[in-house]
Structure formats: structure tokens, C-alpha cells
T-cell receptor, first 111, second 110 residues
Framework: DGGITQSPKYLFRKEGQNVTLSCEQN?????MYWYRQDPGQGLRLIYY???????QKGDIAEGYSVSREKKESFPLTVTSAQKNPTAFYLC??????????FGSGTRLTVV | ELKVEQNPLFLSMQEGKNYTIYCNYS?????LYWYRQDPGKSLESLFV?????AVKQEGRLMASLDTKARLSTLHITAAVHDLSATYFC??????????FGTGTRLQVFP
């Protein structure tokens, strides 16, 4: 079945450490997105990519970086510059008929 | 800057009752989405509304879109406990990215 796979499901980061969240899709979608969700809040857009080798900043890009070297993959790196990274991270992709598909999420905790 | 506002933020309702969640947005868009989220889980797509006047129904939930008023509603009919979750609306303002509302946390009690 087609879908989006996010890994790991849980991730722990030490202070000052960079960590990378994986997002892979086999839906043949061009557009991919990263959202952050804090407890009891809505989703905020971090980065998005409409096509391979191109990506744009969302509303809260500071402290994050992405790459889009392959259509299927859109990894998110949470850098040490992100001072409050504890959150739930969701990856999504968009198909031709305006439908968005979301992954199962990665829960990142700073220890 | 596009703003998407939902109300109420929290809704506690008795089983069997009806209620409506409202989603207002601040800029032109004819693409509106409703999602359900259970605690600790990802988003489940409920409805995609792509034109003015669109109405979609699934079970006890019905969503509508009025693009002129920049308003979407999610109506719950005869609520049951299984509907307890957080509901989000999201708008795509023709920029091919989703902007989410704050969410409405629904609790249905006997």
C-alpha cells in the first residue's frame, strides 16, 4: 500500500545535538511538507518542497534544515540552534487532486 | 498573513446531542480540509471541500464550505463517545500548502 513512513517514532535529543527525522513516501507525490505540533496546539509549517532539489521555508523554519535529493525522501534536521525542539513532528505529501497524506509522526524529546 | 480560527476551542457535549464547529479564515481560498486527531496519533482526513457551497457527509459528521463568508462548518449529529477527538480545519490559500486552525477538542460524555 502507498503511504508515508516516518522514523523513528520516538527520538531523544541531548542539548546541543543535531538529529534527523526521516520521511519517505511511495505515493509518487511531488510536494512534501514538515509540520510541528506542540501539546494542545495546531500544526505549524516548518519547511515544504514542491519539487526535487527545491524547498521553501515555512512559518517556523529557524533552527531546522531540510534536503530534497530524491522525490521519495524529505528528511528534517533539527539543529542545536532550535532551542525548544520538544514536539510532535508530522510529515505530509500532496497528490494531484489536492489531497494531503500525513505520516504517523515522530515525537522528539530533549533530555 | 492567513489566519484560520476555530471555535469553540473546547467542546463537551452529551451523547445524542447536535453541535457545530466553526472555522473562519482570513483570505480567499476554495480549498478547505477537515481532520480528526486522536491523542498521540497522526491526522485522519475527514473531508476535502473544493468549491463554494460544497457539502459532504460521512456518518454523523457533515461539513460545508461558504467561500464568500470564508467560513466552514463541521456539524455533529447525535454525538457518540467514539467521536471524542480533536478536530482541525486547514486552508490551502491557493499556495499549495496547508495552514491549520487551532483545533477543537471534543469530548462526548454519556
Amino acid at each position: 500500500d502507498g503511504g508515508i513512513t516516518q522514523s523513528p517514532k520516538y527520538l531523544f535529543r541531548k542539548e546541543g545535538q543535531n538529529v534527523t527525522l526521516s520521511c519517505e513516501q511511495n505515493l509518487n507525490h511531488d510536494a512534501m511538507y514538515w509540520y510541528r505540533q506542540d501539546p494542545g496546539q495546531g500544526l505549524r509549517l516548518i519547511y515544504y518542497s514542491q519539487i526535487v532539489n527545491d524547498f521553501q521555508k515555512g512559518d517556523i523554519a529557524e533552527g531546522y534544515s531540510v534536503s530534497r535529493e530524491k522525490k521519495e525522501s524529505f528528511p528534517l534536521t533539527v539543529t542545536s540552534a532550535q532551542k525548544n525542539p520538544t514536539a510532535f513532528y508530522l510529515c505530509a505529501s500532496r497528490g494531484d487532486h489536492y489531497g494531503y497524506t500525513f505520516g504517523s509522526g515522530t515525537r522528539l524529546t530533549v533530555v | 498573513e492567513l489566519k484560520v480560527e476555530q471555535n469553540p476551542l473546547f467542546l463537551s457535549m452529551q451523547e445524542g446531542k447536535n453541535y457545530t464547529i466553526y472555522c473562519n479564515y482570513s483570505t480567499t481560498s476554495d480549498r478547505l480540509y477537515w481532520y480528526r486527531q486522536d491523542p498521540g496519533k497522526s491526522l485522519e482526513s475527514l473531508f476535502v471541500l473544493l468549491s463554494n457551497g460544497a457539502v459532504k457527509q460521512e456518518g454523523r459528521l457533515m461539513a460545508s464550505l461558504d467561500t464568500k463568508a470564508r467560513l466552514s462548518t463541521l456539524h455533529i449529529t447525535a454525538a457518540v463517545h467514539d467521536l471524542s477527538a480533536t478536530y482541525f480545519c486547514a486552508v490551502d490559500p491557493n499556495t499549495d500548502k496547508l495552514i491549520f486552525g487551532t483545533g477543537t477538542r471534543l469530548q462526548v460524555f454519556p
